[in-house]
C-alpha cells in the first residue's frame, strides 16, 4: 500500500497491528535460499524461544560455571606440574600454586584433593618457615574446613585444635584470630551435637570479639559468631536427644538479651527470615514475664517485627506489628515519647514503601523535631527519619529539599556512627540517587562504588543491601551509554536478589524493570514485554494496584506497545498509568510529564501532529516546573521532539 493508503486506514481505525503482521520481513535465512517469513511468524518463534529459553537458562549457567571452574581447576594442575620441574618442589612460586589450586579445590567440592594439597603446603611452610607460624596456623585452619565439610569431625578438631596451639603462642589468649578459631571448633562440636562444649567454645568467641572489635553492626565477625550461637541454641533447644530442661541451662543466657543480640545479627546479615524467628521466640518470652514489666522490650520487638517484615516486602505485615507496638504503648501507664516517636516514625516509613507519599512526609516532618528534641541533635534515630524525608522529597523530585535533608541526615551520622554504617551507607545511596537525577553521573557514579565498597565491608559479598546499590549502578550506567556494563548490574541485581529475597520481592521487580528498559532499547521487544509484566505482577501483589511503582512499570509498558505499534494498548497504559501517579505524586511531577511524552510519541507516530505537539509542549511545561536546570536532558531532548514535531509535519504537507 502506498503511505497514502496506510494514513486512511489510521484515520479510519483501521487495525494496524494485523497489517504490521502480515507483511514479509527479509531475514537472513533468504540469502541461502529460505522463504521469506511474515512478521507475525518471527514474533511467534521468538515468543516460543524465549519461554523455552527461560526455562533453560538457570541449568545452562549452572553448567557453564561448573565447566569454567573444571577448567581452572586442571590448568593450574598443569601449571603446578610444570612450575615443580622447572623451579623445585619447594619455590615460593610453587607454593603459591599450591595454595590457588586448593582454593580452586574447595570451590569445586573437591575436598579430598583440598586437604592433600593444603597438607603438601603445610609441609613446605613448616621447613622454610618452623612450626610455630601463622602460615602454618592458616593452612591447619583450611585443612580442618575441608574435614569439616567431609563430615570428619574429628581430623577437622584435630587440625583446629594445632592451628590454636600456634596462635596462642604467637597471639595469646584474647586475639580475635583466636576467636575465629573458637568459632570454627565450635561449629564442630554443633555438627557432632556436643552442644555444650560448642557454646562454651563460642561464648569465649564472643567475649573476644567484644573486647576487641566493634559491636555487630560494624563488624561481621561479631555477628557471625552471634548467628553460630543462636545455631546452637536453635539445634540443642530441638534435639529429642537431650533430657535435661534446656529452660534452665538457657536461663542466663536468655536474661541477658542475647536471643535478641543473636536476633539482630541475622538481620544485619540480611537474614531476615531468621531474624523474624529470633524476635518472635523473645517476643513470646517477654509477654510470658508479663506486659506492662516488659513493655520496653516489647514494642522494640515488635518494631524490630516490623522493620524486618518491611525488608522482605510485607508491608501489610509490617504496619500491623507497628500497630501493636503503638496499642501497647497507648494503653501502658509506663509508656514513654521517645518510644512513642520512633513507632510513628516507623508508621511512616511502611506508609513511605506503600506509596502514600505526603502522609509520610508530614509523619516525618512532625516527628523529627520531636525527637531532636527528646534525643538530641546528633542522635542516629533523629538522622534515620531525616534520611527519610529527604527520600520522600526525592521521589516526588523536590531535589533541593531532598538535597537539604540527605544532607544534614549525613552529617548527623558521620559524627556519632561510622562512614561504614549502614544507615550512613544508605545516606550515601539516596545522594547518589539525587545527583544522578540531576544529570552529575560522575558524582553518582563515585557515590554508588563508595556505597558498594562500604557494603561489601560490613556484609561481604552477598546481602540484600547490595541488591539495590547494584541497580543504581547499573542506572547511572545507561545514562552514561555503557548498555552492556548496565545489564551486567542488573543481571547479577537480578540473580542475587533471587537468592536472598525470592521471586516476589519488590527489589526484584526493579531488576527486572530495568532489565526490560535495556530490552526495549535493544529491540528485544518480547523479551521487554515479559520483563515488565513480571515487574508489575510483583510490584501489585506487594504493593498494592495504587502504587506509583506500579504506574512507573506500566508506563514502560506503554511505551514498549507504541514501539511495537499496538497503539490501543499503549494509549490504555498510560491512561492507567496517570491515574494512579496523579495520586501519589500530583499533577506536577516529572513523571506525570514522561506520561505525556509517551502519548506525544503515539501521535507522532500516527501523524496526528497538533495532538503530538500539545502533549509534548504540556510535558515541558511540567518539567519546567519541576525546577530541573535547562541543560537537563529531559529538557534538552523534549526540545527536538517538538522539533521534530514540526519538521515531520512540513514533510507530510
Not at 612460586?93 to 586437604?115: C, Q
Not at 516526588?396 to 551520622?413: I, S
Amino acid at each position: 500500500k502506498t503511505f497514502k493508503e496506510i494514513l486512511q486506514l489510521e484515520k479510519k481505525h483501521v487495525n494496524m497491528d494485523n497489517l504490521l503482521a502480515q507483511m514479509n520481513v527479509v531475514t537472513c535465512e533468504m540469502e541461502s535460499g529460505g522463504n521469506a517469513k511474515t512478521f507475525k511468524e518471527i514474533l511467534q518463534v521468538e515468543k516460543k524461544h524465549d519461554k523455552s529459553g527461560s526455562e533453560e537458562s538457570s541449568s545452562k549457567s549452572s553448567t557453564k560455571n561448573k565447566i569454567l571452574l573444571d577448567r581452572k581447576v586442571r590448568a593450574q594442575e598443569n601449571l603446578l606440574l610444570e612450575r615443580r620441574v622447572l623451579l623445585g618442589s619447594n619455590h615460593s612460586e610453587v607454593l603459591d600454586i599450591m595454595i590457588s589450586l586448593g582454593k580452586l579445590y574447595v570451590r569445586n567440592k573437591e575436598h579430598n584433593k583440598a586437604v592433600s594439597t593444603y597438607l603438601g603446603v603445610k609441609i613446605i611452610q613448616i621447613e622454610e618457615k618452623g612450626q610455630q607460624n601463622n602460615e602454618v596456623a592458616l593452612t591447619c585452619m583450611k585443612i580442618g574446613d575441608s574435614y569439616l565439610a567431609q563430615a570428619k569431625f574429628d581430623s577437622a578438631m584435630q587440625n583446629y585444635l594445632n592451628a590454636m596451639d600456634i596462635q596462642l603462642k604467637i597471639f595469646g589468649k584474647n586475639h580475635p584470630i583466636v576467636a575465629s578459631t573458637l568459632n570454627s571448633m565450635g561449629l564442630v562440636d554443633l555438627e557432632r551435637g556436643d552442644f555444650d562444649v560448642a557454646m562454651d567454645y563460642l561464648q569465649e568467641a564472643l567475649r573476644i570479639q567484644q573486647v576487641h572489635l566493634a559491636p555487630n553492626e560494624h563488624n561481621p565477625d561479631v555477628s557471625q559468631t552471634l548467628v553460630n550461637i543462636g545455631a546452637v541454641y536453635y539445634k540443642e533447644r530441638n534435639s529429642f536427644s537431650k533430657a535435661r530442661k534446656k529452660e534452665d541451662t538457657y536461663k542466663e543466657f536468655i536474661e541477658k538479651g542475647t536471643l535478641g543480640k543473636i536476633a539482630f545479627a541475622h538481620g544485619e546479615r540480611g537474614e531476615y527470615i531468621m531474624a523474624m524467628h529470633f524476635y518472635a521466640e523473645v517476643l513470646q518470652l517477654l509477654r510470658h514475664r508479663g506486659e506492662e514489666r516488659s513493655l520496653p522490650g516489647i514494642v522494640m520487638t515488635l518494631n524490630c517485627l516490623g522493620n524486618l517484615s518491611a525488608k522482605t516486602g510485607r508491608y501489610v505485615v509490617a504496619k500491623d506489628y507497628h500497630n501493636k507496638a503503638l496499642t501497647a504503648l497507648d494503653n501502658s501507664k509506663e509508656a514513654n515519647k521517645v518510644d512513642i516517636n520512633d513507632t510513628l516514625a516507623y508508621l511512616g516509613v511502611i506508609h513511605f514503601y506503600s506509596g502514600n507519599l505526603q502522609t509520610a512526609l508530614t509523619t516525618f516532618k512532625e516527628i523529627g523535631p520531636k525527637q531532636k528534641l527528646l534525643l538530641g541533635n546528633n542522635h542516629p534515630r533523629v538522622a534515620r527519619t531525616k534520611y527519610y524525608e529527604g527520600v520522600v522529597n526525592y521521589v516526588l523530585c523536590k531535589y533541593d529539599e531532598a538535597t537539604k535533608n540527605l544532607n544534614e541526615a549525613l552529617k548527623m551520622q558521620l559524627s556519632v556512627l561510622q562512614k561504614c554504617h549502614p544507615d550512613t551507607l544508605d545516606t550515601c545511596l539516596a545522594i547518589g540517587m539525587v545527583h544522578l537525577e540531576l544529570d552529575r553521573f560522575d558524582e553518582a557514579l563515585t557515590q554508588f562504588q563508595e556505597v558498594l565498597d562500604g557494603q561489601k565491608t560490613i556484609f561481604g559479598e552477598k546481602h540484600p543491601d547490595i541488591v539495590q546499590t547494584l541497580n543504581s549502578l547499573g542506572l547511572v550506567q545507561i545514562k552514561r551509554g555503557e548498555t552492556k556494563i548496565a545489564m551486567r548490574y542488573f543481571i547479577k541485581s537480578h540473580k542475587l536478589g533471587l537468592k536472598l529475597l525470592g521471586p516476589d520481592h519488590p527489589f526484584v521487580a526493579t531488576s527486572l524493570f530495568r532489565i526490560g528498559n535495556l530490552h526495549e532499547q535493544a529491540g528485544r521487544y518480547l523479551k521487554a514485554r515479559n520483563s515488565y509484566k513480571e515487574c508489575i505482577r510483583i510490584r501489585i501483589e506487594c504493593l498494592g494496584e495504587q502504587h506509583y511503582e506500579v504506574a512507573f512499570a506500566l508506563h514502560s509498558l506503554g511505551t514498549l506497545y507504541a514501539e511495537m505499534r499496538k497503539f490501543d494498548n499503549a494509549m490504555s497504559k498510560f491512561t492507567v498509568a496517570r491515574t494512579i501517579a496523579t495520586q501519589s505524586l500530583g499533577e506536577k511531577h516529572p513523571f506525570i510529564a514522561s506520561i505525556h511524552v509517551g502519548r506525544g510519541s503515539v501521535f507522532l507516530r500516527k501523524c496526528h501532529f497538533d495532538e503530538a505537539k500539545s502533549e509534548l509542549e504540556l510535558a515541558l511545561k511540567i518539567y519546567k516546573q519541576s525546577n530541573l536546570p535547562d541543560i537537563h536532558s529531559k529538557l534538552r531532548k523534549i526540545k527536538k521532539d517538538i522539533a521534530r514535531v514540526d519538521h515531520e509535519e512540513d514533510l507530510c504537507v
